[in-house]
């Protein structure tokens, strides 16, 4: 079974960044693309980014782009997701998972991402 | 983007007993929709994908139908551990446009 983990979240004010990580022990990101899909208030989930398995492609939710970067470490197995000019609709759950058939396979534990004044 | 609505928000069956939720999408979606079970305090976990075709792992009291823009999951016989929420994704628009449901949350009655 895939195991993600995610780190980096935190409280942040609002126009303020942070780095969240993935990391997958034991699991080869090459083989598959990667997304940050988001949860708020432990309902609404959102998808966030994808990249793809060569890391060449990218794409964005409206709502982040611009502002997030979703980028990948092949040699270390690592996903991160760079967030800029974070909003109070930006707090949320986040969590990377792994694609397969256009849907989401395997889910990390969710790393948690408070902005507020 | 196409608005994923489904119903009912709450959903009481008793253990043993057919859970039947429902799954409505804004347009046509063809057969690009999923769902998933999350657990409290657990991430969503994939349960069937192209409308019908369960995931790796997945007992077969889950079984999933419908087309274009009408979706339903069912369980046949509830076991203790399906209580949980469960929210319906489409994947018609891929990947900018690909949305969720709110979720149908299923209780013990």
Known sequence: EVQLVESGGGV????????LSCAAPG????????????QVSGRGLEWVALI??????????DAVSGRFTISRDISRNFLYLQMNDLRVEDTA????????????????????VTVSS | DIVMTQS????????????????????IIN???????QKPGRAPRLLIYGASTRATGIPTRFSGSG??????LTISSLQ????????????????????FGQGTKLDVK
């Open chain 1, 12 to 19: 942040v004010q609002p126009g303020g960044s942070l780095r």
């Open chain 1, 27 to 38: 699991f080869n990101f090459n083989e598959y693309t990667m997304h940050w899909v988001r």
């Open chain 1, 52 to 61: 793809t398995r060569d890391g060449a492609g990218t794409f964005y939710a």
């Open chain 1, 93 to 112: 759950l986040y969590y990377c998972a792994n694609e397969t058939e256009k849907v989401f396979d395997s889910w990390g534990q969710g790393t948690p």
């Open chain 2, 8 to 27: 009912p928000a709450t959903l009481s069956v008793s253990p043993g007993e057919r859970a039947t939720l429902s799954c409505r999408a804004s347009q």
């Open chain 2, 31 to 37: 057969s690009n929709l999923a769902w998933y079970q």
């Open chain 2, 67 to 72: 087309s274009e823009t009408e979706f339903t």
């Open chain 2, 80 to 99: 203790s551990e399906d209580f949980a929420v469960y929210y319906c994704h489409q994947y018609n628009n891929w990947p900018r446009g690909n949305t």
